[in-house]
């Protein structure tokens, strides 16, 4: 399974897109698991993003 996340600022906001490529043996517990991990990394983003904001 490979998992793609792609975070861009656009003049209309700020665009997150998730696209997934499965393989054959993926489960759902995978799937979860991935998207799990991925809303972990887009959390961290937010805060890193927010942190810069406050200090620039």
Request: proline share 0%; hydrophobic share 40%; no cysteine.
């Amino acid at each position: 399974m490979k998992l793609t996340i792609t975070i861009t600022n656009t003049s209309e906001g700020w665009n997150v897109q998730a696209t997934e490529e499965l393989q054959d043996d993926t489960t759902f517990t995978d799937r979860i698991a991935a998207l799990s991990f991925a809303r972990n990394v887009i959390e961290k983003a937010e805060k890193k993003i927010l942190d810069k904001a406050i200090n620039d």
